[in-house]
Nanobody, 129 residues
Framework: VQLQACGGGLVQAGGSLRLSCTVSGSTFGDYAIGWFRQAPGKEREAVACIGLSVGNTDYVDSVKGRFTISSDNAKNTVYLQMNGLKPEDTAVYYC???????????????????????WGQGTQVTVSS
């Protein structure tokens, strides 16, 4: 399974970006896709997750109401729409795939990075104040 993340960039505070994660090499619906981020000097943090066969989503509290995760099954792509960006959102963002997507219906299950089997390369998001 290969994951290709893109869409990062430099944006002013209050602006928007949409990240994309394209999945190849396996059946799209077999996975949950999570977005993680890591800022310099900080631990990797789970941001959002979607179970592709069940459609459930989960978010870290700090992005609720600002970020939306969605999928386009025809394109094997998961999106992270980020609105109202803040300087503290600055990080390298990664997408990851984990099996047994129904497990991700458990609140908070998505946040454990060890539950993901495949990772894409990161895409840099920088929010200026």
């Amino acid at each position: 399974v290969q994951l290709q993340a893109c869409g990062g960039g430099l944006v002013q505070a209050g602006g928007s970006l949409r990240l994309s994660c394209t999945v190849s090499g396996s059946t799209f619906g077999d996975y949950a896709i999570g977005w993680f981020r890591q800022a310099p000097g900080k631990e990797r943090e789970a941001v959002a997750c979607i179970g592709l066969s069940v459609g459930n989503t989960d978010y870290v509290d700090s992005v609720k109401g600002r970020f939306t995760i969605s999928s386009d099954n025809a394109k094997n792509t998961v999106y992270l729409q980020m609105n109202g960006l803040k300087p503290e959102d600055t990080a390298v963002y990664y997408c990851a795939a984990g099996g047994n997507p129904t497990s991700y219906m458990i609140s908070g299950y998505y946040a454990d990075a060890t539950r993901y089997d495949y990772w894409g390369q990161g895409t840099q998001v920088t929010v200026s104040s």
